[in-house]
């Protein structure tokens, strides 16, 4: 392309950018950015703060031998708070076992905030299943269907009789469902608990032996209690159960009792092994529940690795590491000495040699 060309072609460009600077200069503006006395203004609300729920109290997979339990949640930006008793019962009309459903007391959070119409805080409440209540800050509430009997019925998995529907919330197995709400969302947690005639938490170990120390924890209505010890593999280990007498048995307090258990008399290898727990009423009879079998740890004593030489050396309580090390140590000071006595020789061999020479 020639001078000119380009000249031409760059004058005619500037020409058309002038124009369309100076077009977009005039152009007015668009009606939907104007604004005067007249113009409708809607203002809307922008909820960015979604709903959050957590229990903080017991903690999963609790195991009570009490009927009071206590919970707490935190909870964030709610309007509003359901709580849902779950447990297994049998159908008083259908005789089938299913998982009941029990809509307990709505929370509204205090102190609302009044732009948004939602809340953060923490909420402690108690259920008590030996009358049937559950409370909220100094307000109780009755649970519905729930009165103050005791009876059993079908058989479910592990052994464990339901509570016939319409009757006492006795040793179950629970669910507590919180479902938090707010006008942009929800958020839910659940929490598992049983309620059982008596569990076991593993304390220690005994330091000469190291067999297990427990800790069993049962209910008031409990009169005597079998231990029975299985391995990992559903084998029972102990030829007769371990018994524990409960000597008092007024009102609902928690009883404990600590014991060792035998595992090193028996000869068990190191391991996790199994208790079952077998509780008895005052008639003597098994008590359902609904979680009986709890995990405890053995680990056998360390021993010194002692070999048999016989005779004064054994009785030296000298371990096979004594031994190997002093080996070492020997052929060390063999190996030194024969140096010394082989620079020696040929030390003595030179000088005699230098002497014939001369």
């Given at each position: 392309?020639?001078?000119?060309?380009?000249?031409?072609?760059g004058?005619?460009?500037?020409?058309?950018?002038?124009?369309?600077?100076?077009?977009?200069i005039?152009?007015?503006?668009?009606?939907?950015a104007?604004?005067?006395?007249?113009?409708?203004?809607?203002?809307?609300?922008?909820?960015?703060?979604?709903p959050?729920?957590k229990?903080t109290?017991?903690?999963?997979?609790?195991v009570?031998?009490?009927?009071?339990?206590?919970?707490?949640?935190?909870?964030?930006?709610?309007?509003?708070?359901?709580?849902?008793?779950?447990?297994?019962?049998?159908?008083?009309d259908t005789?089938?076992?299913?998982?009941?459903?029990?809509?307990?007391?709505?929370?509204?959070?205090?102190d609302?905030d009044?732009?948004?119409?939602?809340?953060?805080?923490?909420?402690e409440y108690?259920?008590?299943?030996?009358i049937?209540?559950?409370?909220?800050?100094?307000?109780?509430?009755?649970?519905?269907?729930?009165v103050a009997?005791?009876?059993?019925?079908?058989?479910?998995f592990?052994g464990?009789?339901?509570?016939?529907?319409?009757?006492k919330?006795?040793?179950?197995?629970?669910?507590?469902?919180?479902?938090?709400?707010?006008?942009?969302?929800?958020?839910?947690?659940?929490?598992?608990f049983?309620?059982v005639?008596?569990?076991?938490?593993?304390?220690?170990?005994?330091?000469?032996?190291?067999?297990?120390?427990?800790?069993?924890?049962?209910?008031?209505?409990?009169?005597?209690?079998?231990?029975?010890?299985?391995?990992k593999?559903?084998?029972?280990?102990?030829?007769?159960?371990i018994?524990?007498e409960?000597?008092?048995?007024?009102?609902?307090?928690?009883?404990?009792?600590?014991?060792t258990?035998?595992?090193?008399?028996?000869?068990?290898?190191?391991?996790?092994y199994?208790?079952?727990?077998l509780?008895?009423?005052?008639d003597?009879?098994?008590m359902?529940?609904?979680?009986?079998?709890?995990?405890?740890?053995?680990?056998?004593?360390?021993t010194?690795?002692?070999?048999?030489?016989?005779?004064?050396?054994?009785?030296?309580?000298?371990?096979k590491?004594?031994?190997?090390?002093?080996?070492?140590?020997?052929?060390?000071?063999?190996?030194?000495?024969?140096?010394?006595?082989?620079?020696?020789?040929?030390?003595?061999?030179y000088?005699?040699?230098?002497?014939?020479?001369?």
């Open positions: 392309m020639s001078k000119t060309r380009k000249k031409l072609f004058a005619v460009c500037l020409a058309i950018v002038a124009v369309m600077t100076t077009v977009a005039f152009l007015p503006e668009k009606a939907s104007q604004s005067d006395a007249h113009t409708d203004v809607i203002r809307v609300t922008v909820y960015d703060q979604y959050a729920i229990f109290s017991p903690g999963d997979s609790h009570q031998a009490s009927p009071f339990f206590k919970f707490k949640f935190d909870y964030e930006n709610s309007s509003n708070i359901k709580l849902t008793l779950k447990y297994y019962a049998e159908d008083s005789g089938e076992v299913i998982l009941k459903e029990i809509p307990l007391e709505e929370v509204i959070p205090p609302l009044p732009t948004f119409d939602y809340a953060s805080g923490t909420q108690d259920i008590d299943l030996a049937c209540k559950i409370k909220f800050n100094e307000t109780q509430y009755d649970i519905p269907n729930c009997t005791r009876t059993t019925s079908p058989m479910l592990g464990f009789f339901a509570p016939i529907d319409n009757e919330l006795v040793y179950n197995h629970y669910w507590l469902l919180a479902e938090s709400y707010s006008p942009v969302g929800y958020a839910t947690d659940e929490i598992e049983y309620y005639p008596a569990y076991l938490v593993q304390t220690g170990a005994d330091e000469v032996n190291g067999d297990p120390e427990i800790d069993v924890y049962y209910d008031q209505d409990v009169a005597k209690l079998g231990l029975e010890i299985y391995d593999n559903g084998k029972l280990l102990s030829k007769e159960p018994i524990l409960n000597e008092d048995q007024e009102g609902y307090a928690e009883g404990k009792q600590s014991l258990l035998p595992f090193g008399a028996m000869g068990l290898a190191s391991g996790d199994y208790v079952k727990i509780a008895y009423d005052l003597g009879e098994i359902e529940s609904p979680y009986d079998t709890f995990k405890v740890t053995y680990a056998q004593p360390s010194p690795d002692v070999p048999d030489t016989g005779g004064f050396l054994g009785n030296l309580n000298i371990t590491s004594d031994y190997v090390i002093t080996g070492i140590i020997v052929f060390t000071a063999a190996v030194i000495i024969g140096f010394v006595v082989i620079s020696h020789n040929k030390k003595k061999d000088r005699k040699n230098y002497r014939n020479r001369r």
